[in-house]
Every structure is written in structure tokens, then in C-alpha cells.
């Protein structure tokens, strides 16, 4: 059985900083591309990061800049660094592998 397990958000001022973290099991990871998602507010779910399997990254434009996603195969684990943190960044956090999702956690940037 997959799991996805997002873990890391919480309450952060503006310009703040947080680790995201996403647990797998259930699957091996390492072979698949892996990315964060994230939907706001009565808004879509939208592609934030994404790395593949031999760890090459893309961003969306609104993020480039400011986080970073990472991975560690060994582990089974994905990461997504997001730093200078604005309140349009406030979503739940999702992570995916293949169609598998995670239940989110949410991140809210407010002062």
C-alpha cells in the first residue's frame, strides 16, 4: 500500500521559513519523479517543484528564487525549503508520486 505523509507546515510571518518534508512508503521512490503541489484558498491544486529521479528540478515561476525541493532516495523522503515566504503562499502542500497524493499539510504566511 503507498503512503504519501507531508509533514513541516505551520503558522510563519511574512519573509519566514519552513521545511516541508513528504515520507514514502509503499513504493520505491528513488525510480520515480516526485513534486509538491500546493492549492490556496478556493483556488486549483497547482505544481509548485518537481525533481525526477536523478534529481533534476523545475519551478513554478511565483516560487523560483525562493524554494528549493530536494530529495533523499536512501530515505524514501522529498523536501521542498521555502524561504522569504509571502502570504499568496499560503495553500495546503501536497506531495505526489505517480498518482499516488499525500493529505496535504497546510501552510499559512501571515503576521
Known amino acids: 500500500q503507498v503512503q504519501l505523509v507531508e509533514s513541516g507546515g505551520g503558522l510563519v510571518q511574512p519573509g519566514g521559513s519552513l521545511r516541508l518534508s513528504c515520507a514514502a512508503s509503499?513504493?520505491?521512490?528513488?525510480?520515480?519523479?516526485m513534486a509538491w503541489f500546493r492549492q490556496g484558498p478556493g483556488k486549483q491544486r497547482d505544481l509548485v517543484a518537481s525533481?525526477?529521479?536523478?534529481?533534476?528540478?523545475a519551478y513554478a515561476d511565483s516560487v523560483k528564487g525562493r524554494f528549493t525541493i530536494s530529495r533523499d532516495n536512501a530515505k524514501n523522503m522529498m523536501y521542498l525549503q521555502m524561504s522569504s515566504l509571502k502570504p499568496e503562499d499560503t495553500a495546503v502542500y501536497y506531495c505526489?508520486?505517480?498518482?499516488?497524493w499525500g493529505r496535504g499539510t497546510q501552510v499559512t504566511v501571515s503576521s
Open positions: 505526489r508520486v505517480l498518482d499516488f
Open positions: 525533481i525526477t529521479d536523478d534529481g533534476s528540478t
Open positions: 509503499g513504493i520505491f521512490s528513488r525510480l520515480y519523479s
